[in-house]
């Protein structure tokens, strides 16, 4: 068989990008004319955003747009040839994701437009290139506030960064082809059917696409292979597919005794390869997907289980960002980012609040943490709160957008739930039916999997939209007094009037690494909104809820609020100005102390940390010295005199009153006693404030 087939070209080095901002004047500029003079142009290489600096700097940034950072118009520019090996083929152009609006053109011509700032699609440029030559690209990007794009308006308390913020590539293949206009999907889906621990029915389907002039036949091999490339399956079939036409081609195959998709204890790995020939031998096209074997179901009362098990779902939520890059992030810093989340002990991750890129999917399927994605519908689907009435064109973009979650990622075993909403705080007929059509839309799509959302209002009709599970938003501790195990005792109220399963879908508070105070009061010391955001608070906090989230076995997923801090741009919190500070690490990815607390709880891995490192300058004596371990003992060491071990309480260990003096260093050591009698210690220097002790 002669060796042809699909071409991917990298596409993203050497653009041009221009600001193209009303207030410069620069809105109206024909960028897209092959004779644009792009020297005003900056070079950029992809992927690129706009608000990498002024989305994360605060209220005093650039405010076209409304929301303290630019909001608008951005264009870019590629001059490229075609190689010759691509002559008499179908050639697409594939943006892993732009937001909100992208224009296509080539040499000039419009191409095509996509709505949605979270998704990857694909355009047919075939007839737009020339074979020789050079040829320009323009895409003109906007990520202006609309009224009819989830998330709308400005809802949602993240910055919605503009640009070309992940890859693009070029697609080339022959007139028949796997169907590269399937709302950006691969065309394969992979479905294991009949599991059991003796079998399991691998069906696959496969969007075949003639886009020639003549009825053709093609021959379809399929194949399965394991984790290590051993051939396990194949079924070879054949389709007739007439002209400018498309077909759905449908097989299984029986794997005996399949090796489960097991989260993080094995997240086992299948590869499914299709391949079609032509009637004359020629490879014509492939594609190759991972894919996992696995059951799930969720218990009301029990929580979730996995292949029949038990398996406690406790993560964290994410948004799709870094300190570096802004939403411009590179494959490494998501790998950065989840081994971190693993190395916490995450067997779960909420991505917030929209499709993220295809890597983290992957990543999450290798490293066996199961997901929660959903689409971008936040608090509200009307700009228009005195009659909720509801945009043209809202509803046809949700369900689009559901759609491209759905087919782009139906194939990653970790996907567990697709979720429709967070915290929807309107309501009418017309917003309660459209909700009811996304659930019906996600159940067409994919029945193996369930549905959500993450609910913040619990009450009315919030109470009756359509789901599968729920998920609840909620502040006990925060927004809201914690005391006296409120959060558990509100948790019990709900879970009998809810019948269907509850996960805690976002909790916490903020942490300013720079900020500490002992024996805080939440209604004293705690400015939620602004800037008196402890650290030492952040992590007693999470203390408090998670030993009420322990007691209560129907909770069947946790997910902290967040990760990392992220860019929020109107907030002012703590010690950061644009950011959201709840997470467990800095925006910087230095943990904070509740980091460490999670680890303590969901790492088996020995460890000790000794907190309030950051809280250098104490008082005499110091209130509470603390320090996280999953030992069963923890010694603590003042200047090398033994005070005694810690008073323990889960993974806590607490000393009261530990005198320090004298204004010098002191050097504190905690030091965690193991079974095996390994020893681990972890240290911190601090300093008296006062000459002796009180």
């Not at 996995?306 to 411009?328: I, K, M, R, T």
């Not at 030091?671 to 601090?686: C, P, R």
């Amino acid at each position: 068989m002669s060796k042809t087939g699909r071409t991917v070209i990298d596409f993203n080095k050497n653009w041009k990008f221009l600001k193209m901002t009303k207030a410069g004047g620069l809105c109206d500029l024909p960028i897209e004319s092959k004779n644009f003079d792009d020297s005003i142009c900056e070079n950029v290489n992809l992927p690129h955003t706009w608000n990498a600096v002024d989305g994360a700097d605060g209220r005093g940034g650039v405010d076209e747009g409304g929301e303290h950072y630019y909001r608008g118009l951005g264009g870019y520019r590629k001059r490229f040839a075609m190689p010759e090996s691509a002559c008499g083929k179908r050639i697409f152009v594939e943006f892993g994701a732009a937001n909100t609006v992208a224009e296509v053109y080539m040499n000039g011509n419009f191409v095509g437009r996509h709505e949605g700032g979270y998704s990857a699609f694909r355009l047919d440029i075939t007839g737009f290139v020339h074979a020789s030559g050079e040829n320009l690209i323009c895409v003109k990007v906007n990520n202006a506030p609309t009224d009819y794009i989830p998330p709308i308006t400005d809802q949602g308390d993240f910055t919605k960064m503009g640009g070309l913020y992940r890859n693009v590539r070029l697609i080339v293949v022959p007139d028949l082809h796997i169907d590269l206009m399937d709302y950006g999907s691969s065309g394969v889906y992979v479905t294991p059917e009949n599991i059991s621990n003796n079998a399991a029915d691998i069906r696959v389907l496969v969007k075949l696409r003639n886009d020639s002039m003549k009825t053709k036949f093609v021959k379809i091999v399929t194949e399965i292979f394991d984790s290590e490339n051993n051939y396990i399956g194949r079924n070879i079939g054949a389709e007739k597919i007439n002209s400018k036409n498309s077909v759905d081609y449908n097989t299984s195959i029986l794997i005996s005794n399949p090796h489960l998709w097991h989260g993080i204890h094995n997240p086992y790995l299948y590869t499914a390869k299709i391949t079609l020939i032509s009637d004359d031998g020629e490879i014509l096209d492939g594609v190759t997907e991972k894919f996992g074997v696995r059951t799930y179901y969720i218990d009301s009362e029990k929580g979730f289980f996995l292949n029949g098990e038990h398996y406690d779902l406790h993560g964290v939520n994410y948004h799709q960002e870094s300190f570096e890059s802004g939403w411009a992030m590179t494959d490494e810093q998501r790998e950065r980012d989840y081994k971190m989340m693993r190395d916490l002990g995450c067997t779960a991750v909420r991505m917030a609040h929209y499709q993220h890129a295809n890597h983290e999917y992957d990543l999450c399927d290798r490293l066996g943490i199961c997901v929660w994605t959903e689409i971008g519908i936040v608090n509200k689907m009307s700009a228009n709160d005195d009659n909720l009435s509801i945009a043209e064109g809202f509803a046809d973009n949700a369900k689009q957008q559901l759609r491209e979650l759905i087919r782009q990622n139906y194939n990653h075993p970790s996907v567990i739930i697709w979720g429709l909403s967070n915290e929807l705080f309107q309501m009418s007929d017309e917003i309660f039916d459209i909700y009811s059509d996304l659930h019906m839309l996600a159940k067409s799509e994919d029945k193996s999997r369930l549905t959500s959302f993450a609910d913040a209002q619990f009450w009315g009709r919030f109470m009756n939209l359509p789901g599968d599970v729920v998920g609840y938003n909620r502040y006990f501790g925060w927004y809201i007094d914690g005391s006296d195990d409120a959060f558990g005792r509100w948790l019990d109220e709900y879970h009998k009037k809810e019948n269907r399963p509850i996960a805690v879908t976002e909790y916490g508070g903020g942490g300013a690494i720079s900020q500490h105070k002992d024996n805080i009061i939440w209604a004293e010391d705690i400015d939620s909104w602004r800037l008196r955001h402890p650290e030492n608070y952040q992590s007693a906090l999470h203390e408090d809820i998670w030993r009420q989230f322990s007691q209560r076995p129907y909770l069947w997923g946790k997910f902290v609020w967040c990760m990392f801090d992220f860019a929020s741009d109107g907030r002012e919190d703590g010690d950061t100005k644009g950011q959201n500070d709840k997470g467990l690490c800095t925006r910087e990815r230095l943990p904070k102390d509740a980091n460490y607390f999670y680890k303590s709880v969901w790492n088996p891995e020995p460890m000790v940390w000794l907190t309030d490192k950051r809280f250098s300058s104490r008082s005499s004596p110091v209130p509470v010295v603390k320090a996280y371990s999953n030992a069963e003992k923890v010694g603590l060491y003042v200047d090398e005199k033994f005070m005694g071990y810690g008073k323990k309480s889960g993974t806590v260990f607490i000393w009261e009153n530990v005198n320090i003096s004298g204004r010098f260093m002191h050097k504190i050591r905690a030091v965690a006693e193991f079974s095996d009698e390994k020893y681990i210690e972890d240290e911190a220097v601090w300093v008296a404030q006062n000459d002796e002790p009180a």
